[in-house]
């Protein structure tokens, strides 16, 4: 398994990965699957706002991709991004995802910033304790602020300081 940038030939796998979190899970609150196309805009803009979209991907196939976004479009929160992780059913527990959130989060400092934040359904205990593990706190927690398949998500909030030594705002 390698990790790398993700590029045009990875985006079948990622839509693979995506729908199936709209389908099968609560990690994306949307109700419909998307197309390749939705897919290629959101790399494009990842890309066009020199924001990483990482893949985590063997001979065969891409196993889980992991990106970082901009927390809030004000101008103060310029520092501040959000996490996304996801990987492939059937590949979860192999460390898949500790490794392309260890490789974020090393591209996040390299590119000074310094908050990450991760936004989690509440009942996703996995990507809590993942997220624990790589030192983020948990810093809040919203109640019924989501809804999908018929019933009401609770939004955790946790955060990690990429840079907790640096005490002034450039």
């Known amino acids: 398994m390698q990790i790398r940038d993700a590029g045009e030939d990875d985006l079948p796998g990622i839509l693979e990965i995506y729908n199936d979190a709209v389908r099968h899970s609560t990690a994306i609150w949307n109700d419909q ?3 390749l196309e939705n897919r290629r ?3 494009n803009s990842q890309r066009d706002k020199d924001y990483p979209v990482l893949v985590a991907a063997n001979d065969e196939r891409v ?5 970082y976004f901009a927390w809030r479009p004000h101008d103060g929160f310029r520092n501040t991004v959000e996490n996304s992780v996801y990987v492939r059913d059937g590949e979860r ?7 392309l959130m260890q490789r974020l989060i090393e591209h996040a400092r ?3 910033r310094h908050v990450m934040v ?6 996703n205990r ?3 304790h993942l997220h624990q593990q790589l030192g983020f706190i948990h810093v809040g927690q919203l109640r019924e602020v989501g809804q999908k398949f ?3 998500l609770d939004l955790t909030f946790m955060q990690l300081n990429l840079a907790p030594a640096r005490r002034s705002a450039r």
């Open 93 to 99: 527990g192999a460390g898949i995802g500790r490794q």
């Open 118 to 123: 991760a936004a989690i359904e509440s009942g």
């Open 110 to 112: 390299e590119t000074d």
């Open 33 to 35: 699957p998307v197309d």
């Open 63 to 67: 196993l889980g991709y992991a990106a």
């Open 126 to 128: 996995d990507s809590i």
């Open 150 to 152: 018929g019933r009401w």
């Open 41 to 43: 805009n959101w790399l």
